[in-house]
C-alpha cells in the first residue's frame, strides 16, 4: 500500500521524510513530524492516525522512538495489520511491522534512517531504496524524491502510485510540506512541485518566516 524514508542528519539537524502510494492523501494520511520532536510514519492495512499522533507527543516529551511504539502499539488489538515507522529528537529510529500485513511489508533501519513498506512487489523495493539513500550526494528534498523514485522502478506499490509527498524541517529553513494527493504520475509531480518550491518568489518569500534558531525573525532590512 505504501513505501515510506524518514532520515535524520546528524551534521544539519534536517529531518526529512517522503511516501507515496496506490491511493489518496499520503501526505496527510502517513507523514507527520516537527523539528522538535522528530518523525512518524503511520501505514499499512489499516492504518492509525492515533498511533502516529500518540508518537509524536511522546518523543516530544522526550522518550525514545523506540519506546514510544512500544507504548503506542502495545495495546492495539489491530495493530497486526498496521506499520509505523519513527525517528525521535536524537536521530534514533525505530519501526513496526504488524504480521498481518499484506505482503510484501516490512522495514530496514541504518544510521539514522528508516525505510518501511507493504503491499509491495518485493523486498527489492525496500532495498533499492536504501542503497539510494546511502549513496546520493543531492539536497534533502531532490534526494527524498529520488529515493522514491529508486523504489518504485522495483514495483513500488502492488497497485501502482497515486499519491506522494515530501516533509522536511530545517532548524534554518521553515518547514518544507508538499503533497500530490491524487495523480498518474505523482512522483514526477512532486518533484516539479519541489523544484518550483526551490525558486523565486517562494523561496525569496521564506527569508521573512521564523525558524527554530531564530524564532522572532521577520523580513530584513534590505
Known amino acids: 500500500m505504501t513505501l515510506s524514508v524518514l532520515t535524520f542528519n546528524k551534521k544539519t539537524g ?10 489518496l492523501c499520503v501526505g496527510g494520511w502517513v507523514l507527520r513530524g516537527d523539528i522538535e520532536s522528530g518523525l512518524v510514519a503511520s501505514q499499512g492495512t489499516s492504518p492509525s492516525t492515533f498511533w502516529r499522533d500518540d508518537i509524536i507527543r511522546r518523543m516530544y516529551e522526550g522518550k ?9 502499539t502495545g495495546n492495539d ?46 523486498r527489492e523495493v525496500l532495498l533499492a531504496m536504501e542503497e539510494t539513500l546511502t ?35 530545517d532548524p534554518d529553513r521553515p518547514p518544507l510540506d508538499l503533497r500530490i ?9 512532486l518533484n516539479e512541485l519541489y523544484e518550483t518550491s526551490q525558486k523565486a518568489p517562494y523561496v525569496n518569500w521564506l527569508d521573512e518566516v521564523p525558524v527554530l534558531s531564530n524564532k522572532m525573525k521577520w523580513q530584513e532590512e534590505k
Open 14 to 23: 534536517v529531518f526529512a521524510a517522503a511516501a507515496a502510494t496506490g491511493n
Open 181 to 189: 494527493d491524487s495523480h498518474r504520475s505523482p512522483i514526477e509531480a
Open 135 to 169: 549513496k546520493s550526494i543531492s539536497l534533502v528534498g531532490q534526494q527524498l524524491i529520488q529515493i522514491l523514485s529508486a523504489g518504485a522502478s522495483k514495483g513500488g506499490d502492488t497497485r501502482g502510485l497515486k499519491s506522494a509527498a515530501l516533509l522536511v524541517f
Open 77 to 122: 488489538a489491530g495493530k497486526g495489520y498496521r506499520q509505523v515507522a519513527a525517528i525521535d529528537k536524537n536521530g534514533l529510529p525505530a519501526a513496526f511491522t504488524g504480521i498481518e500485513s499484506i505482503q510484501y511489508a516490512g522495514h530496514l533501519i541504518g544510521d539514522n534512517y528508516v525505510i518501511s513498506g507493504n503491499m509491495l512487489k518485493s
Open 64 to 72: 525514545s522512538s523506540r519506546l514510544a511504539i512500544d507504548e503506542a
